[in-house]
């Protein structure tokens, strides 16, 4: 298409994400009491432990912009098959057609690794997390527990932890489009599991070990797993080919 034609195309797929988004956000706003609930229930044995088991709000805007939070927060994860699915359709009609077949499965793979790891951060995550930091401060301050901190840190462990999860899916493709081979990949993982630990300090906020661990460990079999997957892939891909020169010499 022409220039103008993609601009306009880039334009409408941008709108349905805002919009659903929006759209979303404004009706989780009428329910972010229960969905602030929810959040803070792996770790509400510690709130209770500071001296409270409610968060507290320090000023008169507070309640309201951390309700704005959670609820584009909260919309931002349900709408994500929406605005992931116009990501991926406007770069469909540049690929190839041997390349279209893996749209769906990596959109559908994406969203599921996304999912998993809020799930495993929310699960796993969460109550050892801030246990240790709560425990840092036990001996020299009060622990006041405020909405604004506590929910803010809660969501940038859960995106975290989602984005890291989409590391097995980079992985695969790395090697299954023989940008990175797969044999180096393997030779290398002294280096790829230092790389794994540094990722997992970044992406953890708390600067914790015991996250820090749990991370690495999450993602390190994540990576063993996408590289048995590519390893499936590359031998059929391989055996495909060898049946094809057989055929062909026949």
């Known amino acids: 298409m022409p220039l103008f034609d993609h601009l306009g195309e880039l334009r409408r797929r941008v709108f349905i994400s805002v919009i659903s988004l929006v759209v979303a956000a404004c009706v989780l706003y009428m329910v972010t009491p229960q969905l602030i609930q929810f959040l803070i229930d792996p770790i509400r044995d510690y709130m209770t432990a500071a001296g409270t088991d ?21 919309a931002f994860i349900v709408t994500a098959p929406i605005w992931l699915w116009q990501i991926f359709a406007f770069f469909l009609p540049a690929l190839k057609e041997n390349e279209r077949k893996w749209v769906i499965p990596t959109f559908t793979v994406g969203v599921f690794l996304f999912v998993l790891g809020m799930g495993f951060c929310y699960g796993v995550i969460l109550r050892p997390a801030f246990q240790w930091m709560m425990q840092q401060s036990a001996d020299i301050a009060t622990i006041m527990p405020t909405a604004q901190e506590y929910l803010t840190l809660i969501m940038q462990f859960e ?18 489009f023989n940008i990175v081979p797969y044999k180096k990949l393997r030779g290398a993982w002294r280096t790829v599991y230092v790389s794994l630990l540094v990722i997992s300090a970044f992406v953890t906020p708390d600067a914790s070990p015991v996250t820090m661990v749990l991370m690495f ?11 048995f997957v590519a390893r499936i892939v590359l031998n059929r891909r391989i055996k495909g080919q060898k049946d094809k020169e057989l055929a062909e010499q026949i």
């Open 54 to 74: 409610t968060l507290v709000v320090l000023d008169p805007l507070g309640g309201f912009t951390i309700r704005f939070k959670v609820a584009f927060f909260c």
């Open 217 to 227: 460990a999450a993602i390190a079999v994540l990576y063993e797993v996408s590289l």
């Open 159 to 176: 995106v975290g932890f989602g984005i890291a999860f989409e590391l097995p899916l980079v992985v695969f493709y790395l090697i299954v």
